[in-house]
């Protein structure tokens, strides 16, 4: 079945740093995949979605390109701000069969930005 | 108003007791979904709903049970509450087809003691 893995958190990291948070996926198909974020006592808001092979993702300056050679979609942001400080989950969206359009989430990463 | 309302936002309840939780939306979306979320587990599907008269099960649907009383309401109950499905859970609803995603409502913190 349709799987996703992120990388282990939590992220910590200084006010401007640099920002990769890795996402493989196992699908059928050409799924959709979609980055989320959760910001404290919030629901998951959408952030940037890709829909097919070396689309690129991109929204308040984070991005993500869809990889299928290596079934990836690594989410980054040059410079990071303490507000961006959430839980980000990756996700795909299913093509085949009861999967079709149903999103299988990563188990989520924390990422805590200090001033 | 919120595309996707959950109500309550809090609750605690005793073990044993029956306890809903609502959700309605305003996204005219006729698919809808119910995620649990713990701690380093991620998001796991409860049920979903692609239309009012097609429910399903989802990988964790045990202890639980729905209701989709209209396009736009989803309920979902705990028959007999029991501490280990303390948890966030969270209401979603989509449109058909693989590109959309998800529309997320607030979330309902539920302490079961």
């Known amino acids: 079945g349709d799987s996703v893995t992120q990388m282990e958190g939590p992220v910590t990291l200084s006010e401007e740093a640099f920002l990769t948070i890795n996402c493989t996926y196992t699908a059928t198909g050409y799924p959709s995949l979609f980055w989320y974020v959760q910001y404290p006592g919030e629901g998951l808001q959408l952030l940037l979605k890709?829909?097919?092979?070396?689309d690129k993702g991109s929204n308040k300056g984070f991005e993500a390109t869809y990889r299928k050679e290596t079934t990836s979609f690594h989410l980054e942001k040059g410079s990071v701000q303490v507000s961006d400080s959430a839980v980000y989950f990756c996700a795909l969206s299913g093509t085949g069969g009861t999967s079709y359009g149903k999103l299988t989430f990563g188990q989520g990463t924390i990422l805590t930005v200090h001033p | 108003d919120a595309d996707v309302t959950q109500t309550p936002r809090n609750r605690i309840t005793k073990t044993g007791k029956r306890i809903m939780l609502e959700c309605s939306q305003t996204?005219?979306?006729?698919?809808m979904y119910w995620y649990r979320q713990d701690p380093g587990l991620g998001l796991r599907l409860i049920y979903y709903?692609?239309?009012?008269?097609?429910?399903n099960k989802g990988e964790i649907s045990d202890g639980y049970s729905v209701s989709r009383q209209a396009q736009a309401k989803f309920s979902l109950s705990l028959e007999s509450a029991i501490p280990n499905q303390t948890a966030l859970y969270f209401c979603a609803t989509s449109s058909p087809g693989r590109t959309y995603g998800y529309t997320f409502g607030s979330g309902t913190r539920l302490t079961v003691v």
């Open positions: 890709a829909t097919k092979a070396d």
């Open positions: 996204k005219g979306h006729d698919r």
């Open positions: 709903s692609f239309d009012v008269k097609d429910i």
